[in-house]
């Protein structure tokens, strides 16, 4: 979110989550151009700084989303600059104050625009999930638009991202995929593993080379058998980062459970890999090139392949909770370190700590009906967002 005026605020009388200790402890926040300045105790004061007292609410970082496709009706593939910005709005508003828009298989040359689009709309980087993918393991994605991993592409997306992040989602088992690995590491940028028919060698070699993270776990990729585990067990038994959707199509509450119990907790990422119909009714859409039907809040192909999900992370999280049946204090790193970690932005995101964005929620003190927390404030870079009552947002 854009800044207009730079203002110093104290942000008191407030439960803060530490991100270190998985816990709420009263204090203030110090910020200042839109920064985190200091985290400070209750009694601490300072001086020359604008008070605002958050009424003894819980105060938790905004929340990370580092696979999302779009939101009210938009794709981050052909979104204009001012769709970019209601997107960007759209997305706090339920609590996401960091999105990398993720790009879904498209023409190469209208990838490539999308991702200048994007920084030069204020997003810190984006996520190319489409195009370097294995056709077994397409899933949504059209054949049409799947091309082999390429280094020179490679750059060609770095020099369009004007030194933004990149993070790259590929088939490590592709001709070409070793190379480009190498040039995504040499350059900056982060890759996982994901729509890809690896075995369980092939992922760990790609782990060797560099990849650093396994997109959409389970999802498009083959499943665990006791003599060919397959990437999935490569990746539960690993160092690498794991996204999971928590969207109770993609994968069944149980399989949650057990994700959580066996994988790293410093290393699972909860994302939505949310497509346009976010935010929407149910109704007709599309991804990646193909047509989505929505019905109660399920996205499907016309080849019956689930599409993305409709959720916003912060239901994610709540869904997350009840399936592990956990409390909000150890849930909350899943949506928000973690995912930054994953791909190089923990300096600016994530926390609650001096250095971060001032981006945060504020929690009612009251659950709702179904027991889950409930959003009372949104803050981006330490000025309060909210909603304008009319259709101007939503296109």
Known sequence: ??????????????ALYDITARTFLPGALLCEDGVIRAVLKPYETVQDAQVHSLGGKRVIPGLVDVHTHGRIGYDFIDASAAQLQKMRRAYALCGTTTVLPTLASAPYAQMLEAVRR???????????EGRYLSPARRGAHA?????????????????AAQGGLLHFTLAPELDGAAEMIRAICAMGGTCSVGHSDASYEQAKAAEALG???????????????HRAPGCAVAALEGAGYCEIICDGFHLHPAVVRLTKRQKRQDRLVLITDSLSAAGCADGEYSIAGIGVTVKDGKALNREGHIAGSTISLFEGLCRFMRFCEITLEEALPYA???????????????????????????????????????????????EEIREERTLADHG
Do not use: W
């Open 1 to 14: 979110m854009q800044i207009t005026e730079k203002r110093r605020i104290l942000f008191t009388d407030a």
């Open 118 to 128: 994007i920084r030069q709309a204020g997003f810190d980087g984006a996520h190319i």
């Open 143 to 159: 054949p049409e638009l799947l091309s082999p991993p390429s280094a020179a592409e490679a750059k060609e997306f770095f020099d």
């Open 211 to 225: 990849c650093t993270g396994y997109t959409h776990l389970y999802n498009c990729m083959p499943p665990m058998h």
């Open 336 to 382: 928000t370190i973690n995912a930054a970690k994953s791909v190089g932005l923990d300096a600016v995101c994530g926390a609650l700590r001096a250095g971060c964005r001032a981006d945060f929620l504020v929690l009612e003190n009251e659950t709702n009906a179904a027991g889950d927390p409930v959003i009372a404030g949104v803050f981006c870079g330490g």
